[in-house]
């Protein structure tokens, strides 16, 4: 059973930085293409970041233009593990993130498209003020 846990969200000033991590079991992450989503009270699920790495090489990464130069996608396959580090956090970034592993590759766009992921954490929350 594939099983995808966040960890890492908080509370935090405008400013601020958290590090969210996503643990995978029950899969192999070896070429995959892993995203983080984020969803807002009364918003559709955005995609923020993604990531396709393959022989522990990161070939692709792709950002929002909302969070580009602030956040950084990566990846330990070592550990299996997806990351998130979200740097100078603004009250608009508030939101529940989630993260997900699609079985295939990606490029371009495609990897903050909901629907290309096959499974989903339960998210974690990080909320902002200003």
């Known amino acids: 059973q594939v099983q995808l846990v966040e960890s890492g969200g908080g509370s935090v000033q405008a400013g601020g930085s958290l590090r969210l991590s996503c643990a995978v079991s029950g899969y192999f992450l070896s070429r995959n293409c892993m995203g983080w989503f984020r969803q807002a009270p009364g918003k559709e699920r955005e995609g923020v970041a993604a990531?396709?790495?393959?022989?522990?090489?990161?070939?692709?990464?792709y950002y929002a233009d909302s969070v580009k130069g602030r956040f950084t996608i990566s990846q330990d396959n070592a550990k299996n593990t997806l990351y998130l580090q979200m740097n100078s956090l603004k009250p608009e970034d508030t939101a529940m993130y989630y993260c997900?592993?699609?079985?295939?590759?990606?490029?371009?766009?495609?990897?903050?498209?909901?629907?290309?992921?096959?499974?989903w954490g339960q998210g974690t929350q990080v909320t902002v003020s200003s």
């Open positions: 997900a592993l699609a079985r295939i590759s990606c490029s371009g766009t495609y990897g903050l498209l909901p629907d290309l992921h096959n499974y």
């Open positions: 990531i396709y790495s393959g022989g522990g090489i990161t070939l692709y990464t």
